[in-house]
């Protein structure tokens, strides 16, 4: 296979300077626009008669002419060439802007809270590339549906994807202040007695819990974990922020679900001397399957979101 591979190789690199001699009207013209030597074009055209067992060319030391069968071979060689100088031509093109469609997903809490607000910014920048977007709260094999670029939250990306971390994200407890007025809630020990609306699907014989370590003065270095009791349990984060917004208890979501919702004041942070731990990490990645050279429209969509929301400084 080796050797057949070299002997096309030679074969396409053989009928390049056989048309650049027909074209230019002479070996020595050839030569000079190939950067090749004289007698380096005559070998490779003498081995191309050879390999043909044909005569393409008459040559005396004054003229040259095309054969009847180089003017047929040609025809046909010059069209391929153009093909080759075209397609090397658009690769480039495509190497040098970022252009075409770039298939990506996410979660769907994720792609409506963050990554779908910044489109119409990347669009800005990007007007030549289609970003197609699958938002699903599922595990996606890029692979097998064809993706370009995953966005996932996980503080253990997948080792065969290539990846960048993109920035890092916190969780909060909280509650309508209405829910919250007259409960004095001091440690995570009191959410038991409380309704709580986790987000998830529970497991036979594995109880929802919540984990809470210490950061404020009084409570570090201490752990806590709570088993969970409430009315609901869902696996949508934009489902339990409803929920929590009826005022039917407490939730704990990833800050940039509430964000909103926490400066305008529905919604209030409850235990703040406690940080939360997240049930899928703390950290936003770009994975991708790996590749040997990152096509522009996939390394202009990650910088983009570098960016946006990485911290500065």
């Known amino acids: 296979m080796g050797d057949s591979f070299l002997l096309q190789s030679q074969h396409m690199a053989d009928l390049l300077v056989f048309v650049k001699v027909v074209e230019t009207s002479g070996f020595t013209a050839a030569a000079d626009a190939l950067g090749l030597g004289k007698s380096a074009v005559s070998k490779q055209i003498q081995r191309l008669e050879r390999n043909l ?98 966005i996932r939250l996980t503080d253990d990306p997948h080792v065969a994807l290539a990846g960048r971390p ?77 929920l929590l917004l009826a005022d039917m208890g407490l939730g704990l979501l990833p800050r940039f679900v509430v964000a909103d919702d926490l400066v305008a004041g529905r919604l209030r942070e409850a235990l703040p001397a406690w940080a939360p731990q997240g049930t899928f990490g703390s950290r936003a990645w770009a994975l991708w399957p790996p590749q040997r050279v990152v096509p522009p429209k996939l390394r202009a969509m990650v910088d983009f979101l570098v960016g946006q929301l990485a911290p500065q400084g």
Not at 169 to 197: E, M, W
């Open 166 to 242: 993109i920035h890092a994200f916190d969780f909060v407890l909280c509650a309508t202040p209405r829910f919250l007025r007259g409960k004095r809630l001091s440690h995570p020990d009191q959410l038991a007695d409380l309704p709580c609306l986790p987000f998830g699907v529970s497991q036979p014989g594995h109880p929802m819990t919540w984990r809470f370590a210490g950061r404020s003065k009084g409570h570090e270095g201490q752990a806590c974990t709570v088993t969970l009791s409430g009315p609901v349990m869902v696996n949508s984060s934009d489902v339990v922020r409803d």
């Open 53 to 150: 067992g044909v005569t393409l060319l008459h040559r005396t030391t004054r003229h040259m002419t095309v054969t009847e069968a180089g003017r047929v071979l040609y025809e046909h060689a010059a069209t391929m060439v153009r093909a080759m100088e075209d397609a090397s031509a658009s690769l480039s093109s495509l190497a040098s802007r970022p252009s075409g469609r770039l298939r990506m997903t996410t979660s769907v809490s994720y792609g409506k809270h963050v990554l779908g607000p910044l489109l119409p910014a990347f669009h800005r920048q990007h007007p030549e590339i289609q970003v197609e977007l699958l938002l699903v709260n599922r595990h996606v094999d890029l692979w097998e549906e064809g993706l370009d670029l995953a």
